[in-house]
């Protein structure tokens, strides 16, 4: 069974930013497309963006082209979001998410897409 953690969020003022971490065991990890995905308090999960199994294709949610990067580090089952630019409406839980199918690709997913999720890690931006 795929596990996922985060790690790396925390407070930053506006205009800062932040890199995620997520580790990834119980599954062959470069086989599988990831992504993040955020939930703000009182708000649904939303998609930020998704890399495929190879690291070739990456998509992003409108609101962070531009200012997040999402990669992955297949011979470290890890993958990473760069957070640059950050703003109090980034305020989020933050998320790791698998695809349920190796080798499979969507592009952008709803969260309810993946087949697993991390418990995620606490972004706040302050104004």
């Known amino acids: 069974q795929v596990q996922l953690v985060e790690s790396g969020g925390g407070l930053v003022q506006a205009g800062g930013s932040l890199r995620l971490s997520c580790s990834a065991s119980g599954h062959t990890f470069s086989s599988f497309s990831m992504g993040w995905v955020r939930q703000a308090p009182g708000k649904e999960r939303e998609f930020v963006a998704a890399?495929?199994?190879?690291?070739?294709?990456?998509y992003y949610a409108d609101s962070m082209k531009g200012r997040f990067t999402i990669s992955r580090d297949n011979a470290r089952n890890a993958m990473y979001l760069q957070m640059t630019s950050l703003k109090p409406e980034d305020t989020a839980v933050y998320s790791c998410?698998?695809?349920?199918?190796?080798?499979?690709?969507?592009?952008?997913?709803?969260?309810?897409?993946?087949?697993?999720w991390g418990r995620g890690t606490q972004v706040t931006v302050s104004a």
């Open positions: 998410a698998a695809a349920s199918l190796a080798y499979s690709w969507r592009g952008y997913y709803h969260p309810n897409d993946f087949g697993a």
């Open positions: 890399i495929d199994y190879s690291g070739d294709r990456i």
